[in-house]
């Protein structure tokens, strides 16, 4: 009885440290590399086109929002120091996850916070997220899932 109790305890505590987007146990490799492949097909040669950066097509206005991540000993400030971050696959992983620390939230109302509800907040954002995934990013985001087996 005691171990059914202080385990019921942590998945209580566990879930509401999901809930408040601290703990992203649904961000995972898999779900990066998914949204990297829908976004750009994960391409290494990703650079800036049209003021979006990078294999995760990230935004200015998202790299500021999720506060600034640059590569390390570099400085925020630079110019260039978005770009640089945001063509660098570890560190654009990094900018996407504080900006799912920030943001984090069931954005399909189901009732979980996975990697779906993280794509929505990439691709529409945080205060937006519940709009649905369409066209040829859906397409193949939801086909990447299905390969990996993550949904």
Same mark, same amino acid.
């Given at each position: ?11 209580? %505590? %566990? ?6 987007? @601290? ?11 998914? @949204? ?58 990094? @900018? ?56």
């Amino acid at each position: 009885m005691a171990y059914f109790c202080t385990f019921s305890l942590w998945m209580i %505590l %566990l879930s509401l440290v999901m809930v408040n987007g @601290i703990f992203l146990s649904n961000l995972n490799a898999t779900c990066f590399r998914c @949204i990297c492949e829908a976004s750009t097909g994960c391409s290494s040669s990703t650079t800036c086109r049209q003021s979006y950066c990078g294999p995760f097509s990230i935004s200015r206005a998202y790299w500021m929002d999720a506060g600034r991540m640059v590569l390390p000993a570099d400085e925020p400030t630079r110019w260039g120091a978005f770009e640089d971050c945001a063509n660098d696959y570890d560190c654009a992983t990094g @900018i996407v996850t504080q900006y799912m620390e920030k943001y984090g939230t069931d954005c399909n109302g189901d009732g979980l916070v996975d990697c779906v509800d993280y794509t929505m907040l990439h691709v529409n954002g945080g205060p937006r997220c519940h709009g649905a995934l369409s066209g040829t990013f859906a397409s193949r985001f939801f086909q990447c899932l299905r390969q990996r087996k993550l949904h």
